[in-house]
């Protein structure tokens, strides 16, 4: 599966951004999709993750309540909604696949079985 990531900009401290990930190749809804990112100086983290169907969700602390993750399995497009956006949530942004959710809760830097990657998008939040 390919992947394609959109949809990061510029934005002041409470703004909203949503961001797109379009997959080609591969059947869409066999895989367990998923946002990271990662800021200067820092591990690459999981931010959220939705099952292939969509039926189940994963977030990280720091993004619940803000940020929705959700997929349209007919337009092969996963999505990111962000509101209340806060200066520590600049980063590179990452959308992800993987053959189960684990393969995505599980990564680090030392063990990654993720099976795609798209290429980061840009999010910054000014204060």
């Known amino acids: 599966v390919q992947l394609q990531a959109s949809g990061g900009g510029l934005v002041q401290t409470g703004g909203s951004l949503r961001l797109s990930c379009a997959a080609s190749?591969?059947?869409?809804?066999?895989?367990?999709m998923g946002w990271f990112r990662q800021a200067p100086g820092k591990e690459r983290e999981l931010v959220a993750a939705?099952?292939?169907?969509?039926?189940?969700?994963y977030y990280t602390d720091s993004v619940k309540g803000r940020f929705t993750i959700s997929r349209d399995n007919v337009k092969n497009t996963m999505y990111l909604q962000m509101n209340t956006l806060k200066p520590e949530d600049t980063a590179v942004y990452y959308c992800?696949?993987?053959?189960?959710?684990?393969?995505?809760?599980?990564?680090?830097?030392?063990?990654?079985?993720?099976?795609?990657w798209g290429q980061g998008t840009q999010v910054t939040v000014s204060s």
């Open positions: 939705i099952t292939g169907r969509g039926h189940s969700q």
């Open positions: 190749g591969r059947t869409f809804s066999n895989y367990a």
């Open positions: 992800a696949a993987g053959s189960q959710m684990h393969s995505l809760l599980g990564y680090t830097a030392h063990e990654d079985n993720v099976d795609a």
